[in-house]
């Protein structure tokens, strides 16, 4: 469709050589091709719609591709914040585990400052764990969000796409339809020219291309 459309419409290749034979006007040659021009002009036209259509079908695309960029930057923030958030942990049990090192390894120290560093251990590793829980949680949220969108434009795509390649065939089956009756036309007209002895109008329409 692509070639038909840079190749232009027929009707004013046509009209170009109807007016150069005044004698194409007349009952001579029939039928009357106009309906069969009609027909394959439209075709071009509404090649023009359906790409406009088409072109519908990157934003589907780009809706996607934005909204994946969001969900990569927010989980990115995300395990950024786990990062930091065990950093930020091994840095508050590091003086109690030295503490608790040092006991292992036959210092001496108050058991009751043992007690304390034992429970400051379980205190931050509990917190550590619900908030790390709570950021998986998260992070699985954009994620699993961000694989519906994509599966939704996935189908959403396949769905317009195969639509417009059904409109597409169907058009080209109907140029294909249009070019044909024409040249069958012209060659009737060229018959009919050649029977009453008018070169010039068979050499014009001999030169007529879709």
Known sequence: MEARKKGGPFLPKWQKVKGSHKALSGKLFQPDITSAI?????????????????EKLKGVIGEMMKANDEAAEELVKLNADLTQMTAKMKSTLAPEAAKLRKYCDGGDADLGSIKAALNSIAGVAEDYINKRKQLFTDIDGVAFGNLTKVKKARDDFASQAGNAESQMSKLEAEADSAESAIMSLIQDYIGIADDADHPEIVKSLRGLKV
Do not use: G, H, I, P
């Not at 009609?38 to 088409?54: F, I, V």
């Open 38 to 54: 009609n027909r394959y002009d439209q075709t071009l036209k509404d090649y023009d719609a359906l790409m406009k259509e088409q």
